[in-house]
């Protein structure tokens, strides 16, 4: 029986050891059942130029990253046991030091967890945000072919412009917002409220979006000012993919549209921009690319 105390050890240390890896497994499980919302998406997304190479690209980088990790663990852990069995289990005793290591375990891995869990929310946004913004650019590409000039993720500074579409009449500086529904199905479900002033989406509310599209319109608004010279008018629109949006205001402040509701920025209402001054506008915009 002695002789299964040095393999008990070497199990003990590695179970230890492995704690982090258990904890950060758990713990993206747990997020992963309690956050039942869905993506708003419903439309299949159009594949970009060289799409599959990318994604084909990401997946190698994916089983290179966890073939490194496997590596540079496997000797560390083979090199433990390879210790421990070499151990008198007579001199083993649990005592202040090994308190200490253990907690120090403990802690880091609990810290990992959550610094991990956090960089992978994060990451999920991102992705969530750039799969909105594919989807408003596959709506606006129809514009195209009524007179608008589209552009898209243009630099403004420390931030971006995600879209930006110069109509026959108007500019329109257009800020794509990702946000998961219920897990309920149906209409109601699905359907986000305008008042003017604040967004009433089912179970919460959010003006903060809204905010942000006047502000960056107000940035695009000076930035054509400076390179023109001419007060153009811009109008700030909030797109929300895959979700129904009502209005209850005639003229509000902020366009808040199902990406798909795009066609009003090709009707002129009876403004139009001289073709010259289009020009002088388009160049503004694409020189904010080539000053990134």
Avoid at 31 to 57: F, K, N, Y
Avoid at 68 to 76: I, K, Q, R, S
Avoid at 222 to 249: D, F, M, N, Q
Wanted: hydrophobic share 45%; proline share 6%; with cysteine.
């Amino acid at each position: 029986m002695n002789a299964l105390v040095p393999v008990l050890l070497v199990l003990v240390a590695l179970a230890v050891g492995l704690l982090p890896v258990f904890f950060l497994v758990s713990w993206i499980w747990w997020q992963r059942r309690r956050d039942a919302r869905r993506s708003p998406l419903t439309d299949e997304l159009m594949h970009l130029p060289g799409e599959q190479a990318q994604r084909e690209a990401e997946r190698l980088a994916e089983v290179a990253d966890e073939r490194l990790l496997f590596t540079a663990l496997v000797g560390p852990m083979v090199l433990a046991g390879w210790a421990l069995l070499r151990v008198d289990p007579r001199l083993f005793h649990f005592g202040i030091t090994e308190a200490v290591l253990l907690i120090f375990v403990l802690i880091v891995g609990v810290w990992a967890t959550l610094s991990a869990s956090k960089v992978l929310r994060a990451r999920r946004k991102y992705l969530e945000g750039r799969a909105a913004e594919r989807a408003t650019a596959q709506a606006f590409a129809s514009l195209v072919s009524k007179g608008c000039a589209v552009y898209h993720d243009i630099p403004a500074g420390k931030f971006n412009l995600d879209h930006v579409v110069v109509g026959p009449g108007a500019v329109f500086m257009i800020e794509t917002k990702s946000r998961r529904k219920p897990a309920a199905r149906g209409k109601a479900s699905a359907t986000v409220k305008f008042n003017g002033e604040a967004l009433e989406f089912p179970g919460w509310r959010e003006t903060k979006m809204l905010e942000q599209a006047s502000a960056q319109t107000r940035w695009l608004s000076e930035h054509l000012y400076r390179k023109t010279g001419e007060r153009i008018p811009v109008e700030p629109v909030l797109a929300l993919p895959g979700w129904y949006v009502t209005c209850s205001v005639p003229s509000p402040n902020v366009h808040v549209i199902n990406p798909k509701m795009c066609n009003f920025m090709a009707d002129g209402k009876g403004k139009q921009l001289p073709e010259p001054q289009r020009r002088r506008i388009m160049t503004a915009i694409e020189e904010c690319y080539s000053s990134a």
